[in-house]
């Protein structure tokens, strides 16, 4: 699978990078890919997981789906690249392979709420673990009380929510300073990462010789046990559950690939810095395989090192489904916790400044299109897009802010039964909810595009071509689009909204496309 090898391109090539500059190398940008994915979600997805699929064998199966799914796409996306080594990624192959407005469609999305939503998320997650080592940093102590907006909604400024902005916005400030600050961050916290994801697994697969554990929970390892009944939000479709037969499995595994397909996702982010990576055509096909392979690899082993320690009942039942901190907690006792938070607050930190890095390029190419503020098309003295770095890091910053007023099923507000002060959650967790099943259209819809392109550029220079094709990205497509059926008649609550928020992106794209093609006003 590895690409021939193709002229490099010169150091900064204008037709293709715009001005900036080809500074990544290829492990820069395999790292980059790692680094991206690797966040706070595998450590802790895995409860939920097991929720819904009953055992330890169809807990490995998920990951494994999740796995040929990512590296999949990751090959398709390694021919996209290879031909359109430009800033925007999949911005860019979608507007090749159909029109400007689909790239727009998914340039908007991912403004909107894609990266930027990640963004606060990840944010969020490592001052929560922070948190654990500096009690101060507390979602609880306040700055700014909640001040409701509405029965449902309300802001807020607290200790931890202060730190998240603080994070984002000092990520936003290095990038600016230059590509090789920015990627030595990378390279510096991935490595650490991926290191603790090692260790890890080590001292897991390491307590499993001596433990019971293992053979407990192998036994029977792909017979599913009391696992949570799915109900359909549509009601066109029966309440099913994991060992209700080959339905029932089949819509639990779909249901939850959202938690597993999220914590590997941002693998793509790559794309977006094409135009910063040497000789582009063979580094980033090389930098999707590879790092999305090593990161796979991670999460298979660090779930088989979970099964190693924990019984699968304390896997699904792991305090705020914290399974990383529950398997260090068995292995070294209270200091497992802190642990599990250094290790964390090191993921999370090296995972937004590649989320930082590479977001920025998407809205830099859609601007030098017309198609975004002009003045996010425009590069700093340092050759980075300065000013898409910041308003990305201001919108993330706001949607740290507003809270959802919790209720439970009755409909009656949630309070914490400590203090009585109403319970809230975060607004951008429901918007990511919202959104996976849109993330998916748009992979969709890009693996399609590759064999639109075969068809409409034929003689096209290729480079590297998908591994497998049509096969290969046929399956895909074909496993992609039965997962979001499923989600659209089991997670309906979750689904159109986030193609709601997709449908905005129409009008606004028929702004800014007025904008351009209206005449300039003689002087």
């Known amino acids: 699978m590895r690409p021939p090898p ?19 190398g290829p492990l820069d940008a395999t790292l980059l890919v790692a680094g991206s994915m690797i966040g706070s979600g595998i450590f802790i997805v895995s409860a939920d997981i097991a929720r819904q699929v009953g055992s330890a064998g169809w807990l490995l199966a998920c990951w494994l789906i999740t796995g040929a799914l990512t590296v999949t796409a990751a090959l398709c996306y390694g021919e996209l690249a290879a031909m359109f080594p430009r800033a925007g990624g999949q911005y860019v192959f979608l507007r090749e392979a159909y029109s400007p407005l689909w790239g727009f469609l998914y340039g908007w999305t991912l403004f909107l709420v894609i990266q930027t939503g990640t963004i606060a998320a990840v944010a969020v997650a490592f001052a929560r673990f922070l ?4 009690p101060g940093v507390s979602p609880s102590r306040w700055l700014v009380p909640p001040i409701d907006l509405s029965a449902s909604y309300a802001v807020s400024l607290s200790t931890q929510q202060a730190v998240a902005i603080l994070l984002i916005l000092a990520l936003t400030a290095i990038n600016t300073r230059g590509l090789k600050l920015g990627k030595l961050i990378q390279d510096v916290f991935t490595s650490a990462k991926v290191f ?3 260790a890890l697994v080590a001292v897991g697969v390491g307590y499993g010789l ?3 554990v293992p053979a407990a929970n192998f036994a029977a390892a792909f017979t599913p046990r009391d696992a949570e009944p799915i109900a359909s939000g549509l ?21 939850a690939q959202v938690g597993s397909l999220f914590s590997a996702d941002a693998w793509n982010n790559v794309t977006f810095t094409a135009a910063e990576v040497k000789n582009p055509r063979r580094n980033v096909p090389l930098a999707l395989v590879a ?18 320690v924990l019984p699968l009942q304390e896997i699904r039942s792991a305090p705020d489904d914290r399974v990383g901190t529950a398997a260090l907690g068995v292995v070294f006792g209270p200091a497992g916790a802190g642990l599990m938070a250094v290790a964390i607050i090191v993921s999370t930190f090296g995972c937004n400044n590649g989320l930082v890095l590479a977001g920025a390029r998407v809205y830099y190419a859609m601007a030098r299109d017309g198609l975004f503020f002009r003045a996010t098309g425009r ?38 039964p400590a203090t009585g002060a109403p319970a809230y959650g975060n607004l951008y ?34 480079p590297y071509r998908a591994w497998g094709y049509p096969v290969v990205p046929a399956l895909y497509v074909v496993a992609a689009t039965l997962i979001m059926a499923v989600l659209v008649f089991y997670r309906t609550e979750t689904t159109w909204p986030g193609l709601v928020l997709v449908m905005t992106g129409f009008p606004v794209y028929y702004f800014w496309h007025g904008r351009r093609a209206r005449p300039s006003r003689p002087a």
């Open 6 to 24: 193709t002229p490099s391109l010169p150091a900064r090539s204008e037709d293709e990078s715009g001005g900036l500059l080809r500074e990544l």
């Open 131 to 134: 948190g654990v080592l500096v």
């Open 196 to 198: 603790a994801l090692l």
């Open 210 to 212: 001596t433990s019971e």
């Open 235 to 255: 009601g066109l479709a029966p309440t099913v559950a994991a060992g209700a037969g080959l339905v029932g499995l089949l819509v639990a595994l779909c249901v």
């Open 291 to 308: 790092g999305t392979s090593l990161v796979i690899g991670l999460y298979l082993a660090a779930n088989l090192a979970y099964l190693c």
């Open 379 to 416: 590069l700093n003295r340092r050759h980075v897009p300065a000013i898409a770095l910041a308003l990305q890091g201001v919108w993330a910053s706001l949607l740290v802010l507003p809270r959802t007023r919790l209720r439970d099923e009755a409909g009656a507000l949630v309070v914490d």
């Open 429 to 462: 967790s429901s918007l990511l909810d919202y959104v996976v099943v849109s993330v998916l259209v748009f992979y969709v819809l890009t693996l399609v595009g590759l064999f639109v392109l075969r068809r409409k550029r034929p003689d096209a220079e290729r």
